[in-house]
């Protein structure tokens, strides 16, 4: 039973390309998340959803744009794929607040060529 | 800007003896800290919440101090074992559902047989 997956694991794409990864919980929390964790390690938030709604929005290009069908799921689609965007993308929930236990998934690496 | 610090960048312990890891923070006033593992290859995993009015919190072989005033909380792991080796974050956050939650660029912990 996975609490927190992301599919795929593995993304290798060219630069100009569009893409996207899904993000599902079950553990019928009410926030999600997508973080950013770059080659230093450095994990950052870029969204955060509370059933369904936008709430933390950071300076993320606007070729990165968020979708929430239900409050069970987070996707993440990337337009016009830059070097700069290849990294460890995190999912994540939480019950309800950012200071609430916050559980990841696996992460998705991201590598454009 | 909010900046967060954790001790240099690997920390090498004995098995048995106590890992002390150190987070600073500056311009920031966090609610709470939080502190969590990270496995090569996999998101982080939860270990332990403190707020700013508590001063200690434990948790089996872990603990945790946050000093508002020096702006800095320690994480100790006591009677460490090699299963114990990881890169640990420590996190600050707001309570509002608005505030993001900042992550310092972990510690990467070896407990040596």
């Known amino acids: 039973d996975t609490a927190v997956s992301q599919t795929p694991k593995y993304l290798v794409t060219q630069m100009g390309n569009d893409k996207s990864i899904k993000c599902e919980q079950n553990?019928?929390?009410?926030?999600m998340y997508w973080y950013k964790q770059d080659s230093k390690k450095f994990l950052k938030i870029m969204f955060s959803?509370?059933?369904?709604?936008?709430?933390i929005n950071e300076t993320v290009p606007n070729r990165f744009s968020p979708k929430s069908p239900d409050k069970a799921h987070l996707n993440l689609h990337i337009n016009s794929l830059e070097l700069g965007d290849s990294a460890v993308y995190f999912c994540?929930?939480?019950?309800?607040?950012?200071?609430?236990?916050?559980?990841f998934g696996p992460g998705t690496r991201l590598t454009v060529l | 800007s909010q900046k967060i610090e954790q001790n240099s960048e690997a920390l090498n312990i004995q098995e048995g003896k106590t890992a002390t890891l150190t987070c600073n923070y500056t311009n920031y006033s966090p609610a709470y800290l939080q502190w969590y593992r990270q496995d090569p290859g996999r998101g982080p995993v939860f270990l332990l919440l403190?707020?700013?009015?508590?001063k200690e919190k434990r948790k089996e072989r872990l603990k945790v101090t946050f000093d508002t005033t020096l702006k800095q909380s320690l994480f100790h792991i006591t009677a460490s074992q090699p299963a114990d080796s990881a890169t640990y974050l420590c996190a600050l956050g707001g309570y509002s559902s608005a505030s993001k939650i900042i992550f310092g660029s972990g510690t990467r912990l070896s407990i040596r047989p």
């Open positions: 403190i707020r700013e009015n508590e």
């Open positions: 959803y509370n059933n369904k709604e936008l709430i």
């Open positions: 553990l019928g929390h009410d926030t």
């Open positions: 994540a929930s939480s019950l309800g607040l950012p200071s609430d236990e916050q559980f």
